[in-house]
């Protein structure tokens, strides 16, 4: 699956614009690797344990800026990102335990998926919806 950073991503906030732009393009550049053979059991789980690291910072940076807003739907934004580490979580400790490199490549697909599909529907729905809120404040 294909999803390239675009401006329909923006909600003008430079941040976190950025760190969603890494977000997007680092699952995108895994899926592009993955798709062509071109990447080891070892990169594939390098790149995930990036992902996840970089996302639970761009979460505390988010939950600032929502925190700092007084944003109402704050909580139920935090869990959702919440509910997103604890997969994250589960998924990778499943991805260790496959030994064949076919399995890592296929799991690693669906995981890339899951991404790619989980970031644009959440930066795009719930994370669009604080910073218009952040904008309306603002007017
Ligand atoms: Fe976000
Ligand atoms: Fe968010």
Known sequence: MKQH???TFEL???LIDGQHKTLVEETDKLSNKL???NIGKEEILETLRFLATYAVQHF????KVSKDADYPNRLQHN???NE????VGEVLEKYVRLTSDEE?????????DFLT???AKHIKGDDFLLFQYIKSKKN
């Open 84 to 87: 997103f580490k604890k997969t």
């Open 60 to 63: 505390t940076s988010e939950e």
């Open 79 to 81: 869990s959702i990102h």
């Open 35 to 37: 798709e062509s053979g």
């Open 117 to 119: 599909n989980w970031l």
């Open 12 to 14: 003008g906030n430079e």
């Open 5 to 7: 950073w675009n401006a």
């Open 104 to 112: 890592c490549t296929a799991f690693a697909k669906d995981i890339c």
